[in-house]
């Protein structure tokens, strides 16, 4: 009998319809959850970390040696940061494989979108604070790859350094993004995000949403909710538990870059495509020419409401649904291998 | 339900010494790999234990929680089928 039970729940788990469902609905209140957690994380921290580059090393070894839990709160902070990027990224390009992104809900699709990529440069700027060797050549790669972008590049890698180069006030003005300027902005954007939200699901023509919407979402999916996110945190404070995240030695800048260093896994499939440009093509600058290519990809893909236009739920693009699984294999395959390489 | 009880029982002598070799693997090798530069984990063995038994508690609480919240969403799904969630329209006010 109990097997019986197991093996219905199985099936019912890989039933591609409740996968579908989950991968675009539930992901996006899995993030949220998260984002609350690395909030409060990181206000702990923020509590013993010093933002200067002479000290910032030696403030995030104290919290991890000296501090009774606190190789827990960064651990935490870390594993968090990762299962985010995994579920925004699940979250997106499930949104972008369902076509849910089409009109009324492009608003949806553009504010996630400066969500994800806002949750990267959290990402970014929280690598650094470590300043250790890793996540300075990391950086230092990341904002010579943003100077590379035509026209405004210059502009955008003297403003994310502070300079010319990263030194101490690249610390302090990442410690800026991380601490205060992303935060606000994210508040900002989740809150237009679920508005959103519950206004096309209010906004629904009642035949749909009595079939679709029978139970309110205080309790019934509240509850849902609160088992998925009961679940998460019990697999982040895991992942924080057994697998902590090393401190590397304290960045030098004059010191030449690790061998082998490579950035955190949702940078992989940009560093990979690096890769595949010679230096050199038609005379022109190769890098120049691979961030022109990967930043035209990017914007194709923000600006997709404009260009699949076709609206209602049984409306087919065959060009379409192939771009978005294009992208999806893409991603996979350029991530996996900037791993194994 | 009672041959699964009395299976079980037979069994639980062998289940518990697995499950406690399991740990004390765990308790041992996983940690090593993070003590490459600086230690970001405890070294002393009893600081160890502690944090794992902290986690077994930790997960044996989440599972609690899920089966009482499950309960919860059945009582929900039931009184919805039953229909006594929603009042009637002709309901006498007492005015």
């Known amino acids: 009998m109990i097997y019986q039970r197991f093996n219905n729940r199985f099936k019912e788990l890989c039933n591609l319809k409740n996968i579908k469902t989950f991968a675009v609905k539930k992901t996006g209140g899995i993030a949220l959850f998260l984002f609350i957690i690395q909030f409060i994380t990181g206000m702990v921290l923020s509590f013993y970390y010093i933002p200067y580059f002479e000290q910032a090393h030696k403030s995030i070894v104290d919290i991890v040696t000296k501090l009774n839990m606190g190789w827990f709160f960064r651990s935490f902070h870390h594993w968090g940061a990762q299962l985010i990027m995994a579920t925004l990224f699940i979250h997106t390009f499930s949104v972008l494989l369902s076509k849910s992104y089409k009109k009324p809900k492009d608003l949806l699709w553009f504010s996630g979108f400066v969500l994800l990529g806002i949750s990267i440069f959290f990402g970014l700027s929280g690598y650094l604070l470590v300043w250790d060797e890793k996540a300075f050549a990391a950086v230092k790669v990341a904002t010579g790859g943003a100077g590379s972008i035509p026209i405004a590049g210059v502009f955008i890698k003297s403003f994310l350094r502070g300079g010319i180069d990263v030194t101490g006030e690249t610390l302090t003005r990442f410690h800026a993004f991380h601490v205060s300027i992303l935060p606000v902005i994210t508040i900002f954007l989740v809150c237009i995000h679920i508005l959103l939200v519950q206004y096309h699901v209010i906004s629904m023509p009642l035949s749909i949403k009595k079939r679709a919407n029978q139970m309110p979402f205080f309790p019934y999916r509240f509850y849902k909710y609160l088992i998925i996110c009961l679940i998460v945190l019990g697999i982040a404070v895991t992942l924080a538990t057994f697998f902590p995240p090393e401190i590397g030695k304290k960045a030098d800048p004059l010191a030449p870059a690790p061998e082998n260093v490579k950035p955190e896994w949702y940078f992989l499939f940009l560093f990979q495509t690096l890769k595949l440009f010679p230096g050199e093509i038609i005379g022109l600058n190769g890098e120049m020419i691979a961030v022109a290519v990967i930043s035209s990809g990017i914007l194709f893909l923000f600006l997709i409401p404009f260009f699949d236009r076709r609206t209602g739920p049984k409306i087919k693009h065959t060009v379409f649904t192939w771009i978005g699984i294009v992208y999806t294999i893409y991603f996979i395959v350029m991530t996996v291998m900037g791993f194994l390489s | ?95």
């Open chain 2, 1 to 95: 339900m009672l041959k699964f009880k009395s299976a079980i029982s037979n069994r639980a002598p062998a289940i518990i010494k697995i499950i406690v070799l399991l740990v004390l693997m765990l308790t041992h090798t996983i940690p090593l790999c993070s003590q490459d530069n600086a230690a970001s984990f405890p070294v002393a063995p009893y600081d160890r234990f502690i944090v794992y038994q902290t986690l077994a508690i930790f997960w044996i609480a989440i599972i609690g929680l899920i089966i009482i919240i499950r309960m919860k969403l059945r009582e929900i799904e039931r009184i919805q089928k039953m229909g006594i969630n929603k009042e009637e329209n002709d309901i006498p006010t007492l005015d």
